[in-house]
């Protein structure tokens, strides 16, 4: 069965660096999303993805934050300087179509620890 | 706003007991429901989903969800519960945006255990 893939499961990196969150999407899916879960919150919104451009982006999602497609299966999340705070786990999602009782399927996700 | 909302982070229950998890989703318009599941070191995995169709919605490894408009509820459901159901339980409601892509709230999950 076709799934989300997510590399690194686990990334540590000190405050101030930047890192690249990465994503193999289901390969005939369109729609790209990312997602985060701080220890012991909810799963939030960050940032949807469709045909190469940002769709929607929550107010977390603020400029030290992008994405990109960069070739035709990789989709990335990069943090330009991170933060204490942006510790937490971020799951990518992908979906076929972007309705309302779409189905997004999500990948196991990467544990980002910011010392 | 849509939002969901979870009652009980942790639920514990024997094997072979009914699993009872609870959902309530506060929406301005007929919602679009979705229970996701995430076992240890893994993604979060669609349980089932309700569209509207029927109030009744029957979902993978037994669970089944029933959607209550008066209760505002979407409380997730197993008759007998098994040890391999142990992992943490979303319930999500579908956003749509101005621009017409959709997004999904999550409640705040609830860890089931399951003992013997």
């Known amino acids: ?115 | 706003a849509q939002s969901v909302t979870q009652l009980g982070s942790h639920v514990s229950v024997s094997e072979g007991a009914l699993v009872l998890l609870r959902c309530n989703y506060s929406s301005s318009v007929p919602p679009y429901l979705f229970w996701y599941v995430q076992y240890p070191n893994q993604g979060l995995q669609l349980l089932l989903k309700y569209t509207s169709a029927a109030t009744l919605v029957k979902g993978i490894n037994g669970f089944e969800a029933e959607f209550k408009k008066s209760e505002t509820s979407f409380h997730l459901t197993k008759p007998s519960a098994h040890m391999s159901d142990a992992a943490e339980y979303f319930c999500a409601v579908s956003v749509l945006s101005s621009g017409g892509y959709n997004k999904l709230i999550f409640g705040a999950g609830t860890r089931l255990a399951v003992h013997p």
């Open chain 1, 1 to 115: 069965e076709p799934e989300v893939t997510q590399t690194p499961s686990h990334q540590v990196t000190q405050m101030g660096q930047e890192v690249i969150l990465r994503c193999v999407p289901i390969s005939n899916h369109l729609y790209f999303y990312w997602y985060r879960q701080i220890l012991g919150q909810k799963v939030e919104f960050l940032v949807s993805f469709y045909n190469n451009e940002i769709s929607e982006k929550s107010e977390i999602f603020d400029d030290q934050f992008s994405v990109e497609r960069p070739d035709g299966s990789n989709f990335t999340l990069k943090i330009r300087s991170t933060k204490l705070e942006d510790s937490a786990m971020y799951f990518c999602a992908s979906s076929y179509t972007s309705g309302g009782g779409d189905i997004q399927y999500f990948g196991a996700g990467t544990r980002l620890s910011v010392l």
